[in-house]
């Protein structure tokens, strides 16, 4: 598990029977960082057997409930779990005064510090450095403040000489945006890129109209980008035939996958 991701959550605002809201994990040689928080995440990592007291940092996207409603069980089950370390939590500044009221009405409970970095940039910005990974946010273009987060390998002149043939594995994390040309630079060359795609090509209209992208939308900025792989998420309740969604993010990139509650993707 040197570089592992589990999903978490595929679904959009409404609720969905069959799919949580957004969450994902990625386990980067033993260090576990979590990218946004939706309803049900701590049942989730439950279910795929992480551990909560190893998660070194959290990244919020911006401050909508389908990507933050599931934070206060969490940071309360890492308490009764008796994790001591402290724990990061990155996201837009507003999510400061959330934690705030987490730490009024429920703080008593926890015995680990929970540091918080608010996260404002207008570029990519490197904002977080651990042992094996660097993490840089950036810009999305949504009706409210949000961003994305880039996690790139680091890998030691020492392995470089065992295996010179090694490729750093870098991940990026797109969450709710409408399309701009920026964004395909910024994840440019990424291992693996997610990319939301809340409607099919079908429904442009309401993909504009909400601050979203189309499948279509997601597979160009893949392309543009030169990623490796795509994967597709945060998936509109009015979707019913996601063959057609996959079918049209392959017709511009083929390399495309359609994410699903529980899958595990290796690097």
């Not at 403040?145 to 994390?173: I, M, Q, W």
Request: aromatic fraction near 12%.
């Amino acid at each position: 598990m040197n570089f592992t991701l589990t999903i978490m959550g595929t679904a959009s605002a409404m609720p969905i029977s069959d799919r949580n809201p957004s969450a994902q994990a990625l386990a980067v040689h033993g260090r576990l960082f979590l990218l946004d928080c939706g309803e049900g995440t701590q049942q989730q990592m439950r279910r795929a057997r992480l551990s909560f007291v190893r998660v070194e940092a959290i990244f919020i996207s911006h401050i909508h409930g389908d990507h933050l409603f599931g934070l206060f069980g969490l940071l309360n089950t890492m308490a009764m779990y008796g994790r001591t370390a402290p724990l990061l939590v990155y996201g837009p500044r507003a999510l400061g005064s959330v934690l705030n009221f987490y730490r009024s009405f429920f703080g008593d409970w926890d015995c680990y510090e929970i540091r918080f970095v608010p996260v404002d940039c207008r570029e990519p910005q490197l904002i977080h450095t651990s042992k094996h990974v660097t993490v840089s946010a950036f810009p999305l273009k949504h009706k409210i403040e949000c961003y994305g987060y880039r996690f790139d390998e680091t890998v030691t002149e020492r392995h470089r000489l065992e295996n010179p043939d090694y490729r750093a594995k870098s991940y990026a994390y797109c969450s709710d945006t409408v399309p701009f040309p920026e964004l395909a630079d910024w994840v440019r060359g990424v291992s693996l890129l997610y990319h939301e795609a809340t409607y099919p090509h079908d429904m442009a209209d309401k993909a504009v109209k909400h601050w979203h992208s189309t499948g279509e939308q997601a597979a160009q900025c893949a392309r543009d980008a030169g990623a490796g792989r795509l994967l597709i998420g945060h998936y509109s309740s009015r979707i019913t035939d996601f063959d057609a969604l996959l079918q049209e993010c392959r017709e511009v990139f083929p390399e495309t996958f359609a994410a699903q509650d529980g899958d595990v993707f290796d690097f």
